[in-house]
């Protein structure tokens, strides 16, 4: 009796998950859910390109994809790939409309973020308030005697305004449960009421949080009508007192304007995690400031968040290539496509 031979199901691992010298940049990024299914066939990109390249993809039947963009370039003539498993939330990166109608799935990893992007934000929230990067300036510069001109505040009795309340706007405020904050307020257009209710956050309009709070969150997407939502105008709005936090996408942000704003001192301060163009490789304006934070899109990396991530998007692409219908995806009409049906029945029956 011969033995049934399966068709391999080809994943590619983007470069930037490795080193130079082809070892991983990450403890744990999920590979092991592959382990025991000889089907899965796993190789990585040969080299980091900042855009996907369709001889990149060609021979691939899904892709595990951390930094670099897809496109509709990157997709011509991929006609046996299946699926684009972005490694996180965000994907602003990928051309999901081009994915679509070249019959390919994306995938993210929803929940997987919510925590570490929220401790994140309130290790922000506490280092703004209380000067650490100043503070700290003053022991390293032998200017101890001058503490007392950077007197910090607490969070109590301060308003957290989260402008994006998904996963992770809701889960930083049951985090922050226990400073004895006011009650948080929130604007997204796009949440139903009861999860306001079941936050126990108060709607408002943007303008009003930003007249509001004492500290603005961005924890939104990057789209049409988001790109550019806080401006000059917008800054102009908040309080002096107050802290303005990004840690969802650069180009939320106009950062000549937060400039200007942080070095009048119209604001407090600002943290921010993601920037307009990156990767940030030549020292940032914004760094020249004593009243910003800055992070390279990494402040919530943690070896947990890589952990669950990878998991998460791994098993995504596992499920697919054992015709299950992943968790996570972005364009779920591909599948009403028979031309997408017909191709992934192709991997999928040789894989059981």
């Not at 503490?147 to 109590?156: A, D, K, N, V």
């Not at 948080?184 to 257009?189: G, M, V």
């Amino acid at each position: 009796m011969t033995t049934p031979q399966h068709t391999p199901f080809r994943i590619a691992l983007t470069a930037d998950f490795y080193d130079e010298a082809g070892t991983t940049r990450y403890a744990d990024f999920g590979l092991d859910t592959f382990e025991g299914h000889d089907h899965i066939v796993v190789s990585r990109f040969s080299e980091h390109r900042a855009e996907i390249t369709r001889d990149q993809l060609a021979d691939c039947h899904a892709t595990l994809v951390l930094s670099p963009q897809v496109t509709a370039a990157s997709l011509v003539d991929c006609d046996e790939l299946l699926a684009i498993s972005r490694f996180g939330v965000g994907y602003d990166s990928v051309d999901v409309e081009a994915c679509t109608a070249n019959n390919v799935i994306v995938t993210i990893t929803p929940g997987t973020v919510d925590r570490p992007v929220a401790e994140a934000t309130i290790g922000w929230m506490l280092a703004l308030t209380h000067r650490v990067l100043e503070k700290d300036r003053l022991v390293r510069t032998g200017r101890w005697d001058e503490r007392s001109q950077y007197m910090g505040c607490e969070l109590r009795d301060r308003t957290l305004g989260v402008i994006g309340l998904g996963g992770i706007g809701r889960k930083l405020v049951q985090l922050l449960q226990g400073f004895g904050m006011r009650q948080p307020i929130a604007f997204d257009p796009f949440a139903p009421p009861e999860v306001f209710d079941e936050s126990g956050v108060r709607k408002v309009e943007l303008e009003e949080l930003l007249s509001t709070a004492d500290f603005v969150s961005l924890h939104c997407p990057l789209n049409e009508q988001t790109r550019g939502l806080i401006g000059a105008d917008q800054l102009g709005l908040m309080q002096p007192s107050a802290y303005l936090l990004n840690l969802a996408r650069g180009g939320i942000v106009d950062e000549d304007a937060l400039y200007d704003a942080l070095a009048c001192r119209r604001i407090a301060g600002a943290a921010l995690d993601c920037f307009e163009n990156e990767p940030v490789v030549t020292p940032h304006p914004l760094g020249e400031l004593d009243n910003v934070l800055l992070a390279p899109h990494s402040i919530a990396w943690t070896k947990e968040l890589f952990r669950d991530i990878g998991r998460t998007a791994c098993q995504a692409l596992l499920d697919l290539s054992l015709g299950r219908r992943p968790h996570g995806i972005v364009n779920p009409e591909v599948f009403n496509n028979p031309a997408f049906t017909k191709k992934w029945n192709r991997t999928r029956l040789a894989a059981r």
